[in-house]
């Protein structure tokens, strides 16, 4: 079946646009989650859906970002007014169900978004 | 803070053998962890976990192993092909969240012909 899907793939925007990136997660999985990725490094949680619900948005580096899944679905990262230190990998994730206790379900991954801010 | 760390940044194995990543993790309430495998311009690929009720889990050619009295984790691959070279990232539900997850910064696995 359809794994999850991200686009665009590759995102250059010049420092100070707004840029949006957008997350199809696997159909039925309650829970969606947005990680950026340094060069060279391991991803790094930035926010957690489950359903249209953003319960932990605790890694945002700034109020520059933001996230949303209206209807339990899609996702769409923003960042708005851009630097170059938003440069990075965005990876989105999602998983079967929310788990109100107990260990994680599996988290599958999108291809990611490359975001280079010149 | 704490997290999740690896001693090796790189490996390099001849095709057919074994290998092991290693990986190890400072946080003593994290009670589940990963491994994924990313290969360039893709996103990580799930390969095993184990729950920390468990020492040793297999799947296909790979094993891991958990060893909670020092706080490490392993990877075992056996008879390691061409196509195992990507980055090894070990995760850990952080803290023992029951979603997010802290990453390591990754083992990258080269396998020679």
């Known amino acids: 079946g359809a794994g999850v899907s991200q686009s665009p793939r590759y995102k250059v925007a010049k420092r100070g646009q707004d840029v949006a990136l957008r997350c199809d997660p696997i159909?039925?999985?309650?829970?969606l989650f947005w990680y950026q990725q340094a060069l060279g490094q391991g991803p790094e949680f930035l926010t957690y859906f489950q359903n249209e619900a953003q319960l932990d948005k605790s890694g945002l580096p700034s109020d520059r970002f933001f996230a949303e899944r209206p209807e339990g679905s899609v996702s769409t990262l923003k960042i708005q007014r851009t630097q170059q230190e938003d440069s990075a990998v965005y990876l989105c994730?999602?998983?079967?169900?929310?788990?109100?206790?107990?260990?994680?379900?599996?988290?599958?991954f999108g291809p990611g978004t490359r975001l280079t801010v010149l | 803070g704490e997290s999740v760390g690896l001693h090796l940044p790189t490996l390099s194995v001849q095709e057919g053998d074994n290998s092991i990543i290693n990986c190890a993790y400072s946080?003593?309430?994290?009670?589940?962890f990963i491994w994924y495998k990313q290969e360039s311009g893709k996103g990580p690929q799930f390969i095993i976990d184990?729950?920390?009720?468990?020492d040793k889990r297999q799947g296909q050619r790979v094993t891991v192993l958990l060893n909670k009295t020092v706080k490490h984790l392993s990877l075992q691959i056996a008879a390691t092909q061409p196509g195992d070279s990507a980055v090894y990232f070990c995760a850990e539900n952080s803290g023992g969240s029951n979603y997010k997850l802290t990453f390591g910064k990754g083992t990258l696995l080269t396998v020679n012909p």
């Open positions: 184990i729950r920390s009720n468990m």
């Open positions: 946080n003593s309430a994290s009670d589940y």
């Open positions: 994730a999602s998983s079967y169900s929310d788990r109100g206790s107990g260990n994680p379900d599996t988290q599958y």
């Open positions: 159909s039925g999985h309650v829970s």
